[in-house]
Structure formats: structure tokens, C-alpha cells
């Protein structure tokens, strides 16, 4: 079993930054690869970024490449999602997931792990 929980989260003004954290337990972080995906008011979840250290691999959704890194610190078992030049479109909250292959994925159900999420709010 995997536990995922998010921190980070917050209100920042349109342009501003912000760092989302997803800390881990159960297993070596490295067996999994990881994502980040987020869910806005009367919307579907959807995908956002992913990495796979095995694989030295990473994804981005268009909407957000260019403005959003992820990474991670497998020492700390932490995987970051660092988000500038945020948008009001990116009010969503955040949820980590992590599945149990170690390659990148885009879709929910591809992973078998999820935290509780964090909100972000980004004003105009």
C-alpha cells in the first residue's frame, strides 16, 4: 500500500507561483511513477503532469507546459509540482497519484493511488 498526501495548496494572484508537495509511504518511491492531476468546479479530472525516475521520463497536459515542473526528492519520498505564471483556469484542486508501472501515464485510471488533494485558487 501507498499513502499520498498533498500539501502547498493555496490563494495566489493571476501570475503568481506556487508549490505543491505529495510525500509518500509504503513503498520506495522509485518503484512507482507518479502524477499529478486536478479537478476545477463542474469539471472531469484531468491529467496535468507525470514523471517516472526509472525512466528518467515526464509529461505535461499542453495547458500547463512551459509554466509547470514537476519533480521529485527520492530521499524524502516527496514529489513536487512547481506551477508559475498561474492562471485563474488553473483553480482546481490538486490530487498525487501513483501507480505501480514505471512508465508515464495520462489517464485516472492508469493509477492505483491517490491523496485527498489540495486547493489551489488563483484570483484575476
Known amino acids: 500500500q501507498v499513502q499520498l498526501v498533498e500539501s502547498g495548496g493555496g490563494l495566489v494572484q493571476a501570475g503568481g507561483s506556487l508549490r505543491l508537495s505529495c510525500a509518500a509511504s509504503?513503498?520506495?518511491?522509485?518503484?512507482?511513477?507518479m502524477g499529478w492531476f486536478r479537478q476545477a468546479p463542474g469539471k472531469e479530472r484531468e491529467f496535468v503532469a507525470a514523471?517516472?525516475?526509472?525512466?528518467?521520463?515526464?509529461g505535461y497536459a499542453d495547458s500547463v507546459k512551459g509554466r509547470f515542473t514537476i519533480s521529485g526528492d527520492n530521499a524524502k519520498n516527496t514529489a513536487y509540482l512547481q506551477m508559475n505564471s498561474l492562471k485563474p483556469e488553473d483553480t482546481a484542486v490538486y490530487y498525487c497519484?501513483?501507480?505501480?508501472?514505471?512508465?508515464?501515464?495520462?489517464?485516472?485510471?492508469?493509477?492505483?493511488?491517490w491523496g485527498q488533494g489540495t486547493q489551489v485558487t488563483v484570483s484575476s
Open positions: 497519484a501513483a501507480r505501480r508501472w514505471l512508465d508515464v501515464a495520462t489517464m485516472e485510471w492508469e493509477y492505483d493511488y
Open positions: 509504503g513503498r520506495t518511491f522509485s518503484s512507482y511513477a
Open positions: 514523471i517516472s525516475w526509472s525512466r528518467g521520463s515526464t
